[in-house]
């Protein structure tokens, strides 16, 4: 959430001193720091302050937009981190490519509060040796009830000429064309070139209809009452609708995209004893849940929803939601090499329409 800026830092082995996210000056080669690499906006600056005191390990955080610009950076080695917090998807590409080492499970007592069924939901870490849940969440259709005066349950609105300029797509190939092949009817796992044709002829039409194709501006524009929908991931949606009361969640008939983010060790991780104590540190619950009520994107920790102060939030369907009345629900899954290169391919298709 765009409270507080958290700076961000890079030039690991070259730098010779390091600037923290709370603009402490570090020595890189210290023992007493911590490399993280994570989303933009997905954790609360304070606990990184906190984790600092407790430990007096600093943590040099930078943030990636997408999990496609991640990946390339570390896949290179240019910039070596102890802990990333990827997406389902890119995770289990990153095992597949064999660019992550098991996370010591002894050194993490506080991953008890992690429930059992997304750990077992985690099927992108298949054995569940090398990751541990951080976020999970939905994404959906944000709208303004002032703006749509007609009931959203469908994707189909999204190709409405009447709300020309006034849509806000993801700038995320997965994002935009999971929506397309769930209005279709088919799996955002797809990698049948006819039904990946079809969703790209779908966002090519769409394309004259929307305002822009944005990540973490959704938020503040549909705040901003610059846009009548967006898609949105369902942790902003909540957020949003703290921020204005006209803002409706939904998650489209059609079904969508559940997922997981969580956090892992790079193979050429430096930091283990630290990376493991921080993780430890995020697993514990009034850590978890101050982080929850600062970025409002649902958590796998089972004991945060008793700590939560705020009724409007531990009651609210988009944090805590029950999934039993929706369908279609799926998980990002690596499409492989080649799918995911064609896929990018026909991104650019949209893109450049």
């Known amino acids: ?61 930078d ?19 102890d802990l990333i917090c990827p997406s389902d998807y890119m995770i289990e590409k990153m095992l597949a490519n064999d660019l992550l080492q098991p996370i010591d499970y002894s050194k993490v007592p506080n991953y008890e509060n992690i429930g059992k069924e997304y750990i077992e939901q985690s099927t992108f870490d298949p054995e569940h040796k090398y990751t541990i849940p951080y976020c999970w969440g939905t994404v959906g259709i944000l709208y303004n009830k002032t703006m749509v005066d007609e009931p959203v349950d469908s994707w189909s609105i999204l190709w409405n000429e009447k709300y020309k300029n006034n849509i806000l797509m993801q700038d995320s ?21 006819d039904e990946i044709e079809e969703a790209c002829e779908l966002l090519q039409k769409q394309k004259h209809l929307v305002q822009a194709y944005v990540v973490d501006q959704v938020r503040d524009k549909m705040i901003g009452n610059e846009a009548a929908i967006g898609v949105i991931y369902s942790g902003e949606a909540l957020y949003t609708q703290r921020q204005n009361p006209d803002l409706e969640y939904v998650i489209p008939k059609e079904g969508t995209n559940m ?30 849940c101050k982080n929850f009520e600062y970025i409002t994107y649902s ?27 929706y369908h279609n629900l799926e998980t990002f899954k690596f499409l492989g090499d080649k799918g995911e290169k064609y896929l990018n391919g026909m991104w650019r298709e949209v893109k450049s329409y």
């Open 173 to 193: 190939v997965r994002d935009a064309y999971a929506v397309a092949l769930k209005y279709l009817g088919y799996s955002l796992n797809s990698t049948d070139h």
């Open 299 to 325: 958590t796998p920790n089972t004991k945060v929803r008793d700590l939560v102060e705020d009724e409007s939030l531990k009651n609210s369907e988009i944090a805590f939601p029950d999934l039993s009345q």
């Open 1 to 61: 959430m765009k409270k507080k800026f958290i700076g961000t830092i890079l030039a690991l082995s070259l730098a010779a001193s390091l600037i923290t996210g709370c603009g402490k000056t570090v020595d890189p080669n210290s023992d007493d720091v911590l490399y993280v690499y994570n989303a933009g906006e997905y954790i609360d600056p304070d606990i990184l302050d906190q984790f600092t005191e407790e430990t007096g390990i600093n943590v040099v955080y």
């Open 63 to 81: 943030e990636f937009e997408t999990n496609e610009i991640m990946y390339p950076k570390v896949e290179s080695g240019a910039a070596i981190y």
């Open 259 to 288: 997922w997981i983010d969580a956090w892992v060790i790079p193979k050429n991780a430096r930091h283990l004893e630290n990376a493991h104590a921080f993780l430890n540190f995020l697993c514990r619950a009034d850590i978890a």
